[in-house]
């Protein structure tokens, strides 16, 4: 099995050969869209002879993470032709890309799991949730007291993403785990194509005194047969302000015709969750959200911020990267953080993936020592390693990429 980049004329190929592995037919919309964010360097391909079995891509982002940002591998597109599964060709691609990332400037790794028992043998922690809701139009009355202030207008497409853009980088700033987007991705994130079909969006802007302060998205799915049971599917919201963000939930739920109103990607703290009169009517439902994988160690600990000043030493397994192997002693606060090899006693014992599952800030490592995934080795540890990474607002990414 050999294991190589692409050259930009092999895209095409190498597309379709990942479409294949996911079931679907490459078309020339959905190419046209691929290329537009490809990074060709970061293309991988598994060949068994001349065939192309499978291939891994990763995207240069910058992750928002507790009190700062890192530049991080987002990894997508990874498949395996159904023919070739169950050979390795899958760890052999992460084998290379993991490799690649370590030897740039990224020390964390992100991605959305198709199946999360995949990734978790490759040092990838749980480190987001989402959630989806199915609410019935009728069902979602505020508590009393809300009043509108601003406006709601929608807007051409264009326009809009030029619009929205500027909210989506502020808001993104506030939350870890939101990506920062530029034209080409905000192009790509509300594409006129999703997974080779054809979709019309509508981009509805909220304007108050000082501009447009947040922003939704979403399409509207027709069903008249016998019984109307017409659908607004909601893409995103992003709003500068509470006020704003619940004017742009009340627009939404009121919208003529419509019977529900479904939303796939969500935080884990929706704040509808203290709007609405019937929380329950939501049907929130929790879902795994973004995985993390720190290539880097010390160099991601000490990226990030910390809630309390603190100092813990850790002992980390790590099979799939083996430099990250040792004991770390952590000091960090509010203003920065060190992270360094260290020859003391381990405080607590856990693996690279319960690392990338806490970096977040949004998963405790008492939840995990529960779980039988970490070990605290001096009392009084995991408190302290859980007063140190918790965040807030809990962490989550809006775009699946």
């Known amino acids: 099995m050999q294991i190589r980049g692409i050259?930009?004329?092999?895209?095409?190929?190498?597309?379709?050969?990942?479409?294949?592995?996911?079931?679907?037919?490459?078309?020339?919309?959905?190419?046209?869209?691929?290329?537009?964010?490809?990074e060709i360097e970061r293309c991988l391909v598994a060949l068994a002879g001349d065939e192309m079995v499978g291939g891994a891509a990763a995207a240069s982002f910058i992750l928002t993470v507790p009190g700062a940002e890192v530049p991080a591998a987002g990894v997508t597109g990874v498949g395996v032709?159904?023919?070739?599964?169950?050979?390795?060709?899958?760890?052999?691609?992460?084998?290379?890309?993991?490799?690649?990332?370590?030897?740039?400037?990224?020390?964390?790794?992100?991605l959305y799991a198709s199946e999360g028992g995949i990734y978790g043998r490759?040092?990838?922690?749980?480190?987001?949730?989402?959630?989806?809701?199915?609410?019935?139009?009728?069902?979602?009355?505020?508590?009393?007291?809300?009043?509108?202030?601003?406006?709601v207008e929608l807007l051409e497409r264009d326009r809009a993403l030029a619009d929205f853009l500027p909210v989506h980088e502020a808001v993104r700033r506030t939350r870890p785990g939101m990506l920062a987007l530029d034209d080409r991705w905000m192009a790509y994130r509300f594409g006129e194509t999703h997974h080779g079909e054809e979709r019309k969006l509508f981009f509805a802007a909220h304007r108050s005194g000082r501009g447009i302060d947040g922003y939704a998205v979403y399409q509207v799915k027709h069903d008249w047969h016998i019984e109307r049971r017409n659908e607004l599917?909601?893409?995103?919201?992003?709003?500068?302000?509470?006020?704003?963000?619940?004017?742009?939930?009340?627009?939404?739920?009121?919208?003529?015709?419509?019977?529900?109103i479904t939303a796939w990607n969500r935080p884990s703290d929706e704040p509808l969750l203290h709007r609405l009169q019937e929380p329950d009517r939501l049907r929130l439902r929790l879902g795994d959200g973004l995985?993390?994988?720190?290539?880097?160690?010390?160099?991601?600990l000490r990226a990030r911020r910390y809630a309390v000043p603190g100092s813990i030493a850790f002992r980390v397994e790590d099979g799939f990267c083996p430099w990250n192997e040792g004991t770390y002693r952590l000091e960090g606060g509010p203003d920065g953080a060190e992270c360094r090899p260290t020859g003391?006693?381990?405080?607590?014992?856990?693996?690279?993936?319960?690392?990338g599952a806490c970096y977040l800030g949004g998963m405790g490592f008492r939840a995990l020592a529960r779980a039988g995934r970490v070990r605290e080795l001096r009392p009084g540890a995991l408190e302290r390693a859980d007063a140190m990474f918790a965040w807030d607002p809990a962490p989550w990414c809006s775009f699946m990429f």
């Open 233 to 260: 599917a909601v893409e995103d919201v992003q709003a500068l302000t509470a006020q704003a963000y619940a004017e742009l939930w009340r627009y939404l739920f009121d919208v003529d015709l419509m019977d529900r």
């Open 291 to 300: 995985w993390v994988r720190l290539v880097d160690l010390p160099a991601a």
């Open 81 to 110: 032709l159904p023919t070739h599964r169950r050979r390795g060709v899958n760890s052999a691609l992460m084998r290379r890309q993991l490799d690649d990332v370590h030897a740039g400037p990224e020390p964390v790794a992100i």
């Open 7 to 38: 050259g930009s004329g092999e895209f095409e190929r190498y597309a379709t050969t990942l479409e294949t592995a996911f079931g679907s037919h490459v078309t020339e919309a959905e190419l046209q869209q691929e290329r537009s964010v490809a």
């Open 122 to 151: 490759y040092g990838y922690g749980l480190a987001s949730y989402m959630c989806s809701m199915d609410i019935e139009a009728e069902r979602t009355a505020f508590l009393p007291g809300f009043r509108a202030q601003g406006v």
């Open 344 to 355: 003391a006693e381990p405080e607590l014992a856990l693996s690279a993936a319960e690392l």
